[in-house]
């Protein structure tokens, strides 16, 4: 989704609200707890059990939210 959003080097605010749709419905589905702000910035709350595996959950929502 990404790539094909950013083959025109632009984002529209519309593509950008779909890929941070995507990344936290990817978060939930794992587990946690993801909030976003106005700004685009936010932040996840993990739960104990997940504190080990947040950044590789993370990392791999941000490169394939559909996983």
């Known amino acids: 989704m990404v790539r094909r959003v950013i083959r025109d080097e632009k984002i529209a605010e519309i593509e ?3 890929i941070q749709q995507a990344y936290g419905q990817c978060l ?5 707890a993801p909030t976003f ?3 685009g910035s936010g ?3 993990s739960p104990p059990e997940l504190v080990d595996s947040t950044d590789k959950d ?3 929502c941000n490169a394939d939210p559909n996983s």
């Open 58 to 60: 993370m990392e791999q």
């Open 43 to 45: 932040s996840v709350s």
């Open 37 to 39: 702000n106005e700004d």
């Open 16 to 18: 950008f609200s779909a």
């Open 28 to 32: 939930i589905d794992k587990g946690y």
